[in-house]
C-alpha cells in the first residue's frame, strides 16, 4: 500500500512552522508501513522510536506539535494515532479498500480519538453523498458511533419523563437514564463522584457541569504554563477520566502546579502538554507527590523514579 503526500503541504504555513523533527514525524504517519486505511491505526511509541530513530524528549516534542496544529490526534491509553487530514488526501477510496478499514477498526480502541474521526467520516458522507462507496461509509459511521456511546453515552435523549437532558448532572448522578443518540443501546449512566462530588463554586454551592469542570482543568494548565494548548477531544477525555479515578479539582489543579513548576525548572517544557500531564492515574500521583530533589550547587535534577522521567 503506497501512502500519497500532496505536493501542497510544503506551502502550509503551520508545515513550514514546524522543527525539522517533527516535519520528518508527519512525514513518517503519513507513509510508514503500520498505518491504516482510514488514516486511524496503532502506533506504539516504540515503534516510531524504532523506524525513525526519533526518541526520548523530541519525539514527545514532535507529536506534541502536531496535536496542537491539528494536524493528528495521539490516545496514550490505547496507542492510536488520528491524522486528521489522511482521507482528504488520500481520496481515491475503491471498495476492497474500504472494507478493509472497516475491519481495521473494529479490532482498534478509539475512545480518545473516536468523536474526531466521526466528524471526518460525517463529512465525508455530506459531501460525497453520490460517491459509490458511501454505504461502507455510513457503516463506518456506525461502528464508531456505537464506540462512542460505549464509552459515555453523551448526547443524550430523554426516556419517557424523565428530564435530564443533555446530560446535565441530578444530585450525584449525570443523566440519569439517557439513551444514546444513533444505534447505542438504552443504557442508565451514572457517573462516579469523583465528578459530581467535586466542591465546585458558583451561585448556592451549585456544581458545574462537566464540560466546565473540565474546561476549568484545562484552562488551569494553560494559565500554568503560559500556553494555548487547544481543547481536543482527546484532552476532553483525560480530562473526564482522571476525574473517574478519582481525583478531585484541587488535587489535578495541585498535580498542574507541580508539574509545570518542575517542567519549567528543568527546561522541559515538552512535559507541559496536556497528553502528558493528564495521561494516566499515574501521571498524575506522581506529579503530587513529587518533591524536588537539589544537587550542592542547589540546582533540582531529574532522578530515574520522578514523575518527570516519563521516557
Not at 428530564?163 to 440519569?176: E, K, S, V, Y
Request: aromatic content about 6%; overall charge negative.
Amino acid at each position: 500500500m503506497f501512502g500519497k503526500v500532496n505536493e501542497s503541504l510544503w506551502q502550509d504555513s503551520n508545515f513550514i512552522k514546524l522543527s525539522e523533527t517533527a516535519r520528518l514525524l508527519y512525514l513518517y504517519l503519513l507513509t510508514n508501513k503500520h498505518r491504516g486505511i482510514l488514516g486511524v491505526y496503532r502506533l506504539p511509541l516504540a515503534y516510531i522510536e524504532a523506524d525513525t530513530g526519533i526518541k526520548g524528549k523530541p519525539l514527545t516534542q514532535a507529536l506534541n506539535d502536531l496535536v496542537d496544529i491539528g494536524y493528528i490526534e495521539y490516545d496514550n491509553d490505547n496507542e492510536v494515532v488520528l491524522i486528521v487530514k489522511y482521507l482528504q488526501i488520500n481520496n481515491h477510496y475503491n471498495y476492497k479498500h474500504i472494507q478493509g478499514g472497516i475491519r481495521e477498526i473494529q479490532e482498534l480502541k478509539l475512545s480518545n480519538v473516536s468523536k474526531t474521526f466521526k466528524s471526518i467520516i460525517s463529512k465525508i458522507i455530506e459531501t460525497d453523498a453520490n460517491q459509490q462507496n458511501i454505504d461502507e461509509f455510513k457503516e463506518i459511521l456506525t461502528i464508531v458511533e456505537q464506540q462512542i456511546g460505549n464509552t459515555l453515552a453523551i448526547d443524550c435523549q430523554p426516556i419517557g419523563n424523565t428530564l435530564a437532558t443533555d446530560c446535565q448532572p441530578i444530585g450525584n448522578t449525570l443523566a440519569i437514564d439517557c439513551q444514546p443518540i444513533g444505534n447505542g443501546l438504552p443504557v442508565s449512566i451514572s457517573i462516579s463522584n469523583s465528578i459530581s462530588n467535586s466542591k465546585e463554586g458558583g451561585v448556592g454551592g451549585e456544581k458545574k457541569s462537566d464540560l466546565e469542570l473540565v474546561k476549568e482543568i484545562h484552562q488551569k494548565l494553560c494559565d500554568e504554563s503560559g500556553k494555548n494548548f487547544k481543547l481536543t477531544e482527546a484532552v476532553k477525555t483525560s480530562i473526564r477520566a482522571r476525574l473517574n479515578d478519582g481525583f478531585t479539582k484541587e488535587e489535578i489543579f495541585e498535580a498542574i502546579e507541580k508539574q509545570v513548576a518542575n517542567c519549567k525548572e528543568n527546561n522541559v517544557p515538552q512535559y507541559m502538554h496536556p497528553s502528558t500531564v493528564f495521561r494516566n492515574t499515574t501521571s498524575i500521583e506522581r506529579a503530587i507527590s513529587y518533591q524536588p530533589k537539589k544537587q550542592n550547587n542547589g540546582k533540582i535534577v531529574i532522578a530515574d523514579d520522578d514523575p518527570l522521567n516519563f521516557l
